[in-house]
């Protein structure tokens, strides 16, 4: 399940342009292909049951709900996540893989009576007038998508792409076809389909993990005991979620900036719509970042642990590790590069854009920051990577603490000064958090040799 690098070596090694865009397209899947088959399908489904729905509000609301629910739903999995794929990963390393399974279905029991509690305390709090029905799907899809995320997550560490994509490509084409044959454009009907959807996109990626780790026991939990949960890695994917989200929220619950269209859940026209345009503008980017790390960092790193564990001259240690931090530095330029290409474009095209499709001029400036934010948050993303695979979690902490604090409060005071300010606080807040992650780095790199070999003694 782990050969993505020399399977992309391989591809790299025809050295010649098709190659080189093969290549490209593979890790684009890897990185953004569930995100594109949800917004493609979701889009659909949007536009299709624009024109046959008798009640447009019904096809907005149900956009609606689905952002919360996923929002939702990343966050509350969010401290699970990562600490459990660390744990993961020390099982496979000590090849104990029996523990993987039923462990796995440990941490899929805990995320499910913890998103319950969540869910109940929504819908009892936030939507008590509800129907029943409208309940009781929020709270499924709230469970389902939670136990989801910790799936993709595990498949993703131990770099099963091709499955993610597979199972994520059925699921998904499954709910374009009960669209069509059920044919009803209601809420519960919508949100019915994608339940159902859910359900069988979380039973293809369980099935993936248990077939590639059988076991005889059916549920443990040793992910909890002490030494096993990190929870500097829990607290830090934590934060680093609840950054990422916090200025949109603020913008959703904001009076000024938002609209309500199924009381209490709220939208920001004004910001939802060029926060999406300016996220689409870093799939390349992320692609181009995870080709130098699959191909060259993360093939360095288990060379220089070897060198380590074998307790090998200095020389040779030294040696490998001037290689592996000329790989991280390849890996960051290339992200710079590969953003700073796409931002120059994107602020060149973006007028044409808006006047060709007939939208507001008032996107233009809020766009342009965007695009500058979000290329800001995919470096903070591919610097956090790095202090994670280097096993720097309390750095990674550190950094991700001061994003979330940053983020909510510099949001909150473009939100005071007015339009104008609108993207700023989310802007600084990542290039403070970049400067922050960007020193934690450097001394990280000239201090790797000890600290490694401290570790590992």
């Known amino acids: 399940m782990a050969g993505i690098g020399f399977e992309l070596l391989k591809i790299l090694r025809r050295d010649n342009y098709s190659s080189l865009l093969r290549a490209y397209g593979l890790t684009t899947l890897m990185v953004s292909g569930p995100y594109i088959f949800i917004l493609l399908t979701i889009g659909t489904l949007y536009f299709f049951s624009l024109f046959a729905a008798h009640d447009v509000k019904i096809v907005d609301q149900f956009t609606s709900i689905m952002v919360y629910l996923l929002s939702t739903s990343i966050i509350i999995s969010s401290f699970l996540q990562l600490a459990f794929f660390r744990f993961v990963a020390d099982r496979i390393f000590e090849k104990d893989f029996g523990s993987v399974t039923p462990n796995y279905v440990g941490v899929l029991l805990v995320q499910f009576l913890f998103s319950l509690c969540f869910a109940f305390a929504v819908i009892f709090y936030f939507l008590p007038n509800y129907h029943v029905l409208f309940k009781i799907l929020f709270v499924s899809i709230v469970v389902i998508l939670s136990m989801i995320f910790i799936s993709i997550v595990l498949l993703t560490g131990l770099k099963s792409y091709r499955r993610i994509i597979e199972s994520f490509l059925f699921a998904y084409s499954g709910l374009l076809f009960m669209h069509f044959v059920i044919h009803k454009y209601d809420l519960i009907y919508l949100l019915i389909e994608f339940l159902i959807t859910q359900t069988v996109l979380f039973l293809l990626l369980s099935y993936d993990i248990l077939r590639h780790y059988p076991t005889n026991d059916l549920i443990e939990f040793k992910f909890l005991k002490k030494g096993n949960l990190y929870y500097s890695v829990a607290f830090a994917n934590l934060f680093y979620t609840l950054g990422f989200w916090i200025d949109k929220y603020l913008f959703w619950f904001d009076p000024i900036t938002s609209l309500t269209n199924y009381p209490p859940l709220r939208y920001s026209p004004i910001y939802d719509f060029p926060m999406l345009i300016a996220y689409l503008t870093i799939i390349p980017t992320t692609a181009a970042f995870l080709l130098q790390v699959e191909t060259s960092f993360s093939m360095i790193y288990p060379k220089f642990m070897v060198k380590i564990f074998r307790r090998k001259t200095l020389a040779e240690i030294d040696a490998i590790r001037g290689e592996l931090t000329m790989a991280g530095r390849n890996a960051m330029f290339s992200l710079f590069k590969t ?55 309390k750095h990674a902490l550190i950094v991700s603490i001061i994003f979330f604090l940053a983020n909510a409060s510099l949001t909150m005071l473009s939100l005071h000064l007015g339009p104008p300010f609108y993207g700023y606080g989310y802007a600084f807040s990542l290039l403070i958090s970049i400067a922050v992650a960007l020193f934690f780095l450097n001394s990280n790199f000239k201090d790797l040799t000890y600290t490694t070999f401290m570790m590992t003694d």
């Open 339 to 393: 953003q700073a290409v796409i931002i120059v474009t994107m602020f060149l095209i973006t007028p044409y854009f808006l006047t060709v499709f007939k939208l507001p001029m008032i996107y233009l400036n809020l766009l342009y920051i965007l695009y500058i934010a979000a290329g800001l948050n995919v470096i903070l993303w591919g610097l956090l990577n790095i202090l994670y695979y280097t096993t720097r979690y």
